[in-house]
């Protein structure tokens, strides 16, 4: 069954959206992929909110700026990057090879996607060291205070409404996806349910007790799983391509629909130079998205200097950028242009291997959801200025999901709402705000270097790459009504 162009467009969000999620972790932050995050990136201690004990990016994205002394931090230079790229990796990479199948489908197509992916996750690790940079020049711990004293106080409630709609359209994302793999995974246990059955019973005995939880501390075991997951999956890829077990003679050559039995082309390299190499672009666009909790990773950091900083950036992005590479790459060269918007979904369900992995990515979905739940929620509280009583929050809880639900079972296009989100805030959190806020430092600190002054000229040439991939992602979106 292959999954619609809406949730192939959700897909491409979870990997950055996941880097909105706060994790419960202990002692240390702990990043999740789609899984238990802790920044997905977020700081190791949990954020006591009233009487809501629950780690959250909007708690500290809106909490008033503090002048306080900000405590020296306790996580290692190794912790940090292990939990960057559990946060900026997440079940969306799987979505990557579909970005490759939409301009070419012949082998040679590769060499010019993983220059993209290498470029734009190096631009994205750059925007990320920014903000850290901004945050070391103004004794700053959120992207909101950062904003506040490089930019403009008064307007730091925009980085707050972007990262909560960025956030209200991850767990959108979720609600799709788990809609699309419950009945993929009943059908490989032999039941038939629709999609509107599956995702309700979902919802109602899963998703919501687990939105209503008052300290989503007790998730933190289920952190790993998606990490673990993912090393899973990119591993049997691998295996499966190697061993040729899809190819026509393959082991499991004839077990899918024949839509999704690989198939291979003449357009390779050149046709990145198409419009429809945009899709990739928006994808990537909001891959490696972790930005907003760069300030928590500077904090964090025992030994706070910024070179300690700029290793635990430029290691979890190339990290990250060699396991995007190594999925989308494989991915692709398995398929060719029969590639699903979700990979798995190229695989046979009589493949035990693969099927581990769908298993996986599920049980990641699912415990990572009341993670961006939360954050979506507090968002949501903090931005109408509500009271944050057990009997708001939980009905806040319930219209949220309820609405969640429904637009998740009842917009025919979602992806126009999902992939203007991307090309707008998106690229807007990961390149163009960095921008503004780095200029403002520099032109606030008495003792900036003239490497410095030029290095603002850099960063806003990259603030309009950003925002040029933003405007062809639009363009595209709008093409695709």
């Not at 930005?291 to 025992?302: G, T």
Request: net charge positive.
């Amino acid at each position: 069954m292959q999954f619609s162009k809406a949730t192939l467009l959700a897909l491409s969000l979870v990997v950055s959206t996941s880097a909105f999620v706060p994790s419960a972790s202990n002692g240390m932050l702990r990043v999740a992929p789609t899984v238990l995050p802790s920044p997905m990136m977020m700081s190791s201690k949990i954020i006591r909110h009233k009487s809501l004990v629950a780690p959250s990016f909007m708690a500290a994205a809106v909490d008033e700026v503090a002048e306080e002394k900000i405590p020296e931090g306790t996580a290692t230079v190794t912790e940090l990057i292990f939990n960057l790229v559990k946060g900026i990796v997440g079940a969306g990479v799987l979505s990557l090879p579909v970005g490759i199948a939409a301009w070419a489908n012949a082998p040679s197509a590769v060499v010019p996607a993983m220059v993209l992916i290498a470029a734009i996750g190096g631009l994205s690790g750059y925007g990320f060291a920014l903000i850290g940079r901004c945050c070391a020049y103004t004794n700053s711990k959120s992207y909101r205070e950062a904003w506040g004293k490089t930019v403009n106080k008064s307007s730091s409630w925009i980085p707050a409404v972007a990262v909560t709609f960025k956030t209200i359209s991850a767990i959108l994302a979720y609600s799709m996806i788990l809609g699309d793999t419950s009945v993929s995974l009943l059908a490989t246990a032999g039941f038939n349910v629709a999609k509107t059955p599956a995702l309700l019973a979902l919802t109602s005995t899963v998703l919501l007790p687990l939105c209503l939880l008052k300290n989503l501390s007790a998730l933190a075991p289920f952190s790993l799983v998606g990490s673990l997951g993912m090393i899973y999956t990119a591993l049997a890829m691998v295996v499966r391509y190697v061993t040729k077990a899809y190819t026509k003679t393959g082991r499991f050559g004839t077990d899918c629909a024949e839509a999704l039995r690989p198939a291979f082309g003449s357009v390779g390299a050149e046709g990145i130079l198409t419009p429809s190499a945009a899709i990739l672009v928006g994808m990537l666009s909001t891959a490696y998205m972790a930005h907003f909790n760069a300030p928590k990773f500077y904090n964090e950091l025992k030994e706070k200097t910024l070179p300690n900083y700029y290793k635990v950036v430029s290691t979890s992005f190339g990290i990250s950028i060699g396991i995007f590479a190594l999925v989308a790459a494989i991915g692709f060269l398995t398929f060719g242009s029969a590639t699903s918007g979700l990979i798995l979904n190229n695989y046979s369900t009589k493949d035990t291997l693969m099927s581990l992995s769908r298993i996986a990515v599920a049980v990641s979905l699912v415990f990572s959801y009341p993670l961006a739940f939360v954050g979506a929620r507090d968002g949501i509280s903090d931005l109408l200025k509500l009271k944050s009583t057990p009997k708001t929050q939980n009905t806040l809880t319930l219209a949220i999901l309820s609405a969640v639900t429904f637009a998740a079972l009842n917009i025919a296009d979602v992806s126009f709402v999902l992939a203007l989100a991307g090309a707008t805030l998106g690229n807007a959190l990961i390149y163009i705000f960095p921008a503004l806020m780095f200029r403002g430092a520099i032109k606030g600190k008495n003792d900036a270097t003239p490497g410095q002054k030029r290095e603002v000229k850099f960063a806003l040439g990259s603030a309009a790459v950003g925002l040029l991939m933003g405007i062809l992602g639009v363009k595209m979106t709008l093409a695709a009504l």
